[in-house]
């Protein structure tokens, strides 16, 4: 079996995890002097941790928050189309990225959602895996994975939610969720 093939790998469904284990991928990675590349297609206005932690992680990880923040909820003040536009640069820059052959794992984060929402095409995406290098993995994050990507993908875990705080009126904590 090829060792050095990339995967393609998908952490979806309504469970919190997604971008964690996304980013369990990177610790693991940049331990082995691998380099990695997150772009987040949602997230983008707000801080969280990682903003800050991902920089420790450089030269060999970089992030780019290239998304206007969650779309129609707390204070979501985008008109949809900029929405739209941020989610079509972010493909731009991950299609730029991906061709430049600098990096062995690239992270597409809520690029799912981004889907989902209409801000991007499935066939959009499908092009993005299938012009990466053979040696390139991709992982992709976010709920609503369409079943076009994930027959394609070599991994799929969905997280399942069982018990959330926020059920109990328990806000975002820092540190946990952001």
């Known amino acids: 079996m090829e060792t050095n093939k990339g995967l393609v790998l998908i ?18 990675a940049v331990g082995h002097g691998l380099k990695v590349l997150m772009i987040q297609f949602i997230k983008g206005e707000w801080y969280y941790g990682e903003l800050s932690s991902s920089k420790r992680l450089t030269p060999e990880f970089e992030m780019i928050a290239a998304g206007k923040g969650f779309i129609g909820i707390l204070d979501d003040d985008h ?28 992270i597409l984060d809520e690029i799912n959602y981004a889907i989902n929402l209409k801000l991007i095409s499935t066939e959009e995406v ?15 994050t ?37």
């Open 11 to 28: 952490y979806t469904g309504k469970g919190k995890g997604k971008t964690t284990a996304a980013l369990g991928i990177v610790l693991r």
């Open 79 to 106: 008109d949809f189309r900029e929405h739209k536009k941020s989610a079509k640069d972010a493909l731009i820059l991950a299609k730029e990225k991906i061709s430049s052959k600098k990096y062995d794992i690239i």
């Open 126 to 140: 499908l092009e993005l895996i299938n012009v990466r290098p053979k040696d390139t993995s991709i992982v992709l």
């Open 142 to 178: 976010g709920n609503y994975a369409p079943i076009e990507i994930i027959k394609v993908a070599d991994l799929v875990t969905e997280m399942k939610e069982i018990k959330h705080p926020y059920q109990y009126g328990i806000k975002a904590k820092r540190g946990i969720d952001y």
